[in-house]
């Protein structure tokens, strides 16, 4: 340290204060680096400390949602509800009673004990306001089976007075 020292004070002004001003440029970018890495290790702890609330929460009504799942599989009827085929069949026999052109994407499923989640995506381009509520109409029918979790309405861009609807519609079955 004193050879250290004595190599400082031996520089001239000029290289003392350039020698300092890198020491200090030195010292700036390590805070910066810490304060980035400290930043992230925050966000993580916050993170992982607001998701082990919101399990402990799920995990202390485990009872009440168990509960709650049995009653509604009790008021469904198996009959009644829809495997990925049949609902876009039934999309698909709704459009076309109702006049009205469709594309579909493939479903997705999602399984979780005893339902299976299927979801799609149904697109009406070019439809007129009165034939879409109708399908809507006939689509609310068959709730609680099928329900609509996204719709988006646009004008279409060639004739403004005709709307092409986009929905994300998902039927609940139960899976024996």
Known sequence: MRAFKAFFLGRLLREKILLAAFAALA?????SNFSRRANRAWSAQRITALELAD??????NRTAIENAAVKAVKD??????????????????????????????????E???QFAVHTVQFNLPKTDFDALVKFY???????PYIGIEQFSLAADLANPAQLNAS???SS???VH
């Open 167 to 169: 929905l994300r519609v």
């Open 76 to 109: 469904l009827d198996p009959a009644r509800t829809f495997d990925d085929t049949r609902l876009v069949a039934e999309l698909s026999s709704l459009a076309r009673d109702n006049g009205l052109k469709f594309t579909n994407d493939t479903p997705r499923t």
């Open 55 to 60: 399990q402990k929460q799920w995990l202390a």
């Open 111 to 113: 399984r979780s004990g």
């Open 137 to 143: 109409g006939l689509l609310a029918q068959r709730s």
């Open 27 to 31: 010292a700036l970018m390590w805070l």
């Open 172 to 174: 609940v079955e139960i």
